[in-house]
């Protein structure tokens, strides 16, 4: 069992940055690949960004160039940070763990077992 609990969120002017943090417990980071997702008021959760324990990453195009996973194992905490926000970046943020083993495209949100409960981000205009 991984408990994920998330921080880092808040309130930002577009074009501020934030960094979000996922705190795991439990077990070690080390056997999971680690992901982020958000969920905008009205809209399905969507994949944002992941990194894999061998420090593969994936970014969705939404937030590609202005976004960026990381991990600290030893930490066991995976980050997010987010520059250059624009409004249409506002949701709940989410983390997400699965295997290192389990073969699936990393933006498969049912492919994670593992969720934290959010962090709001809201960016204003």
């Known amino acids: 069992q991984v408990l994920l609990v998330e921080s880092g969120g808040g309130l930002v002017q577009t074009g501020g940055s934030l960094r979000l943090s996922c705190v795991a417990s439990?077990?070690?980071?080390?056997?999971?690949?680690m992901a982020w997702f958000r969920q905008a008021p009205g809209k399905e959760r969507e994949f944002v960004a992941a990194?894999?324990?061998?420090?593969?990453?994936i970014d969705s195009d939404a937030v590609k160039g202005r976004f960026i996973i990381s991990r600290d194992n030893a930490k066991n905490t995976v980050y997010l940070q987010m520059n250059s926000l624009k409004p249409e970046d506002t949701a709940v943020y989410y983390c997400?763990?699965?295997?290192?083993?389990?073969?699936?495209?990393?933006?498969?949100?049912?492919?994670?077992?593992?969720w934290g409960q959010g962090t709001q981000v809201t960016v204003s205009s």
């Open positions: 990194r894999s324990p061998t420090e593969y990453e």
């Open positions: 439990g077990r070690t980071l080390n056997d999971y690949s």
């Open positions: 997400a763990a699965r295997p290192q083993y389990y073969i699936a495209p990393y933006d498969r949100e049912r492919s994670y077992a593992y």
